[in-house]
């Protein structure tokens, strides 16, 4: 089935005009002209028959198995499921940080055990869930932090360049630059991890719970951030909690229900409702709220109908 | 920043002037004869001592992303005062002199070796470990190897000075406060602490990235083990080097570097230079103080570290804080 006709009017961002384009470059979608040239182009991502167990370890706890998609410029992706069903892991074995039980990971064409890291490097960023830092650094050198990274001998972080500039203005980070990044609230440091993953300067961005700590405005500027960054060529793999901001983002998503079970495919196909329900263990409803489609969960069967 | 480093440089060649200059008997050059055989030795001793703590103090910090991390957090020192003890007691078993002045030395050197050989085997696959859990868990952990030795050496420790004379429990208690008094052997310790930093140096930008995280430095290209690997061998080099040359003076390890980050020294690159120049220079300072303020009675190097550096990096720290808040 075509995106287009399932999401209706609703799911485009007010006045988008990238969304048809990202339906028609959609390879899931019916045959057709466009989706057979979409499957010409080379994927991004590749996983084929991917299996993780908690915490890589072979005699760890299964998190799932069999799990296959392709990611191709331009496209999001959302990784949803409940608490411990392997989200972070997921990204962290497409990032290579994380020991594989079964499958294959293909980055361009090549293998993730065949790549040179520091090429790695170059085609893809990962913005990990948890940072540390230790010891005292300014927003501005934080986010610059894997820029120019074959420049061994930096000493210090040099003049921000016009994408730098451009980025921190459109995260609102330019009245923190000078800040302590130890200083900054927990929303703040995200946006700045986020900045740090984007000015990495990769193609695929694969980013573990952006939005964990952003509130609804700054959910939105994320969304729109990581539509830019695809739009322009690049590719998100993207954990999020929210189904709502998963659904303005996605045009693919990867459901993964904690049991062992994971499925990939098109936004519309994997957030029917009955299937997102089944997957966290709650009744889930799609309603359409001024023209768009929002979830609402929480309510069993009789209490709903009350 | 090249232009910090090279005030730091010319700094650290100040303060050696000063402390050549600065004599028992007053300021000024002294003879020849002492000059070179008491005063430059001595000097370079405690500059080569100061640069090593200080640099393995940084080098540390940033591979147990703690900054309360110091040299003596893996145990080494205390490897090295029970061997000085071990050699000072020894020494003067029955009341006579039996073995060379060197031999303290000596002891304390195979002391941290054999301390720093035993955090290796227990670290080892620590440091091999890597994924999104290890991360905390590895540093912590290390830190938890570093103390334990720390413990049992310092046991040893005070078991040697309860059965030390009273004679020999002079020379021990100094030798444990830290102190350059007869030093002279500055060879090793310029050794290790300029290999120590061709080690890591090169590798700067990696400690960074390291410290905001092993799975994401790894992303980045970081072979993470390895830089580990040499890290901690870079850190157990220059410590055992400095306390095998003027024991273990405290503080020295902990606070330059800090202070340097205090006052703008954020990136490795720039921290790892400084914190050895820094570290050697304040070393030189605080031995040229102890020397003199109650000549002809030479204090302990490390008494006069923490009496003049304690309120100059509380000062430091306090009003750092102050400038920080936003």
Redesign the interface.
């Known amino acids: 089935m075509s995106r287009s006709k399932v999401d209706g009017s609703g799911s485009a961002p007010a006045g988008s005009p990238l969304h048809s384009s990202r339906d028609a470059s959609s390879h899931a979608g019916m045959p057709s002209a466009a989706t057979s040239q979409a499957a010409l182009i080379e994927p991004l991502l590749s996983v084929t028959g991917l299996g993780l167990r908690a915490g890589g370890l072979p005699d760890g706890r299964l998190l799932f198995e069999r799990l296959g998609f392709d990611v191709r410029a331009g496209e999001c992706w959302v990784v949803l499921g409940p608490n411990g069903s392997g989200k972070s892991s997921l990204l962290a074995a497409l990032a290579g940080v994380f020991e594989r039980a079964s499958g294959e990971v293909v980055i361009d064409g090549q293998a993730l055990d065949a790549w040179k890291p520091d090429a790695l490097a170059d085609r893809r960023a990962w913005c990990p869930q948890f940072w540390s830092d230790p010891f005292p650094s300014s927003v501005l050198d934080t986010v610059q932090l894997a820029r120019n990274r074959h420049d061994a001998w930096l000493f210090e972080t040099p003049e921000p360049d016009d994408a730098v500039q451009g980025l921190m203005a459109r995260l609102e980070l330019v009245e923190l630059a000078s800040a302590d990044v130890r200083t900054l609230s927990g929303g703040e440091r995200q946006r700045v991890a986020i900045a740090t993953a984007l000015l990495q300067d990769a193609p695929l961005l694969l980013l573990d719970e952006p939005a964990s700590h952003l509130d609804l405005g700054h959910q939105q500027l994320l969304v729109d951030v990581l539509r830019g960054h695809a739009d322009s060529g690049g590719a998100v793999v993207v954990s999020l909690h929210d189904l709502n901001l998963a659904w303005d983002l996605a045009d693919h998503v990867v459901l993964l229900d904690g049991r062992g079970g994971a499925a990939a495919g098109p936004r519309a196909a994997m957030m029917k409702p009955a299937r997102l329900g089944a997957a966290f263990g709650v009744a889930i409803q799609q309603v359409a709220v001024a023209s768009q489609q929002r979830f609402w969960s929480g309510l069993r069967g009789e209490e709903a109908d009350r | 920043?090249?232009r910090r480093?090279a005030i730091m440089l010319a700094l650290a060649v100040a303060a050696v002037a000063v402390g050549v200059a600065a004599g028992s008997s007053g300021w000024g050059w002294a003879t020849p004869e002492i000059l070179w055989k008491i005063r430059v030795p001595r000097v370079l001793a405690g500059f080569g001592a100061g640069a090593a703590l200080a640099l393995a103090g940084a080098l540390m910090?940033l591979l147990t992303?703690?900054?309360l991390a110091d040299p003596y957090v893996l145990g080494l020192s205390g490897g090295a005062s029970v061997g000085a003890l071990l050699m000072l007691w020894l020494g003067t078993l029955g009341g006579t002199m039996l073995l060379p002045d060197w031999s303290v030395a000596i002891g304390s050197g195979a002391g941290a070796l054999v301390a720093a050989a035993v955090l290796f085997v227990l670290s080892w696959r620590l440091l091999g470990r890597?994924?999104?859990?290890a991360?905390?868990e590895s540093s912590v952990a290390l830190l938890l190897v570093g103390v334990m030795i720390g413990t049992a050496c310092s046991a040893f420790v005070s078991m040697l000075l309860v059965l030390a004379s009273e004679m020999q429990l002079r020379g021990m208690v100094f030798w444990l406060l830290g102190d350059l008094n007869g030093a002279t052997q500055w060879g090793v310790a310029w050794v290790a602490w300029l290999a120590a930093l061709a080690l890591v140096w090169?590798?700067a930008?990696q400690l960074?990235?390291l410290?905001?995280?092993d799975?994401?430095a790894?992303?980045?290209?970081?072979?993470v083990v390895r830089r580990r690997r040499v890290a901690l061998a870079a850190a157990a080099l220059a410590t055992g080097a400095a306390v095998a040359t003027a024991g273990a003076i405290g503080f020295v390890g902990l606070v330059v570097p800090h202070a340097l980050?205090?006052i703008g020294a954020?990136?490795a690159?720039?921290l790892l230079p400084a914190s050895a120049l820094g570290g050697g220079a304040f070393v030189v300072l605080a031995d040229a103080v102890a020397r003199t303020v109650v000549a002809p009675v030479q204090l302990p190097v490390g008494v006069i570290a923490a009496a003049v550096g304690v309120p100059s990096f509380l000062v430091l720290l306090l009003q750092g804080g102050r400038r920080?808040?936003?």
Do not use: I
Request: aromatic share 6%.
């Open positions: 920043m090249l480093l910090q992303r703690n900054p890597t994924g999104l859990a991360t905390q090169p590798t930008r960074d990235w410290a905001r995280g799975a994401w790894a992303t980045l290209g970081v072979p980050r205090l954020r990136t690159a720039v920080r808040g936003r």
